[in-house]
């Protein structure tokens, strides 16, 4: 079946912009998961879903970072006035049951000038 | 709080022979233990993970992981590297006994060349 797809495979922005990242994940899958790639930093948790239950937000950066998740599928992650060190590789992740193997998409190549 | 430490940025090594990439870990409950690998400009794969049992693991495209709770650690190995095998491997780890949340914390990550 089709794995974690995300959307746009890159983005690039100018500073002060704000940008929306989707993920759909693999169908039936209940938790989500946002990491963020830096170079030389490895990957950043930012936001956990799972289920109907409260996100986890515990990993967002900054208050310009929000994510929702609609009807237990899609995630849109959305960073407002987006600065330079937001740029990054923003990944998504699903698993099957909370805590379980998460897989991960291609991500979402983002580059703000 | 969990961590995770991989020493080697890079590391090199010639196609036939043994490979390990090293990971030592901190975390305050049960460790689950994983690894991932990325090769350019794709997301990342899943390659093997330790929850309990057996110290050994084996996974995906010939890799085992060792699970060493004296010394907190979760080395890679292959016993011959491959050429393809080139790529970025992420250790990971998060707490299994179910008191904190569910999300992984990652190590840098560590560059493997395989010299043909």
């Known amino acids: 079946g089709a794995g974690v797809s995300q959307s746009p495979s890159n983005k690039v922005t100018e500073k002060g912009k704000d940008v929306e990242l989707r993920c759909d994940p693999i169908?039936?899958?209940?938790?989500l998961y946002w990491y963020r790639q830096s170079l030389g930093q490895g990957l950043e948790f930012l936001i956990y879903?799972?289920?109907?239950?409260?996100?986890?937000k515990s990993g967002l950066p900054s208050d310009r970072f929000s994510a929702e998740r609609t009807g237990g599928s899609v995630s849109t992650l959305t960073i407002q006035r987006t600065q330079q060190e937001d740029s990054a590789v923003y990944l998504c992740a699903s698993s099957l049951l909370q805590g379980g193997e998460q897989f991960f998409g291609p991500g979402t190549r983002l580059t703000v000038l | 709080a969990q961590s995770v430490a991989q020493p080697e940025d890079q590391v090199n090594v010639a196609e036939g022979n043994p490979l390990t990439v090293k990971c030592t870990y901190s975390?305050?409950?049960?460790?689950?233990l994983f690894w991932y690998v990325q090769y350019p400009n794709r997301g990342l794969q899943f390659l093997l993970k330790?929850?309990?049992?057996?110290?050994l693991v084996k996974g995906s495209y010939g890799f085992e992981a060792e699970f060493n709770k004296s010394q907190t650690s979760f080395h890679l190995k292959k016993p011959s590297a491959l050429v393809s095998d080139s790529a970025l491997y992420f250790c990971?780890?998060?707490?299994?006994?179910?008191?904190?949340?569910?999300?992984?914390?990652f190590g840098k990550g560590t560059k493997l060349s395989v010299i043909p």
């Open positions: 990971a780890v998060r707490d299994g006994s179910g008191a904190g949340s569910y999300q992984l914390t």
């Open positions: 879903f799972q289920g109907n239950s409260a996100p986890d």
């Open positions: 330790y929850i309990t049992g057996d110290n």
């Open positions: 975390v305050s409950g049960n460790p689950y």
């Open positions: 169908s039936g899958h209940t938790a």
